[in-house]
């Protein structure tokens, strides 16, 4: 999808990274509102899910629901998170994400988006996010309905 933003940039996103606990789900749990959301931005964008699953539930969570999951390997999980969107072309990605080790991977993204939810967010991320939302949902939102997301960063 190409996002024209005035006075920004034009962005040519093709893939949505999302964090899982604390941005698209609370305490291993997936938020509603996110499968039929995924599945509308399905159409137009390649969504994967990053997480060292904490809770041991992320493949059934998401089970239908259309995205790749990523489980970390590493003991350095801000890196791998980062070494992920470049492995996909970090020029055509957009990352959503809450905690300190998403920072690496919002400021990597062409697009960051950090989301205060449940569990808060972290200054490190914020200050590397292009936009901070309130929800994964609002985030998700602004790939829907495009005029949001260029009202949020054109200059």
Not at 8 to 27: F, R, W
């Amino acid at each position: 999808m190409t996002i024209a933003i005035p006075n920004y940039a034009t962005l040519e996103l093709t893939d949505i990274v999302c964090d899982y606990n604390g941005t698209i789900a609370s305490d291993g749990k997936v938020l509603p509102e996110i499968k039929s959301l995924f599945h509308t931005l399905q159409t137009h964008f390649t969504l994967h899910v990053i997480t060292a699953d904490t809770f041991g539930s992320v493949q059934k969570e998401l089970e239908g629901y259309g995205a790749k999951i990523k489980v970390l390997q590493s003991s350095d999980h801000t890196r791998e998170k980062a070494d992920f969107i470049r492995s996909l072309g970090a020029a055509n990605c957009a990352a959503l994400g809450n905690g300190n080790n998403d920072a690496m991977m919002l400021k990597t993204a062409s697009l960051g988006i950090a989301v205060i939810g449940s569990e808060g967010c972290s200054m490190e991320s914020m200050l590397s996010a292009d936009i901070v939302t309130t929800s994964s949902i609002d985030a998700l939102k602004l790939f829907t309905d495009t005029k949001r997301l260029i009202a949020t960063l054109r200059k």
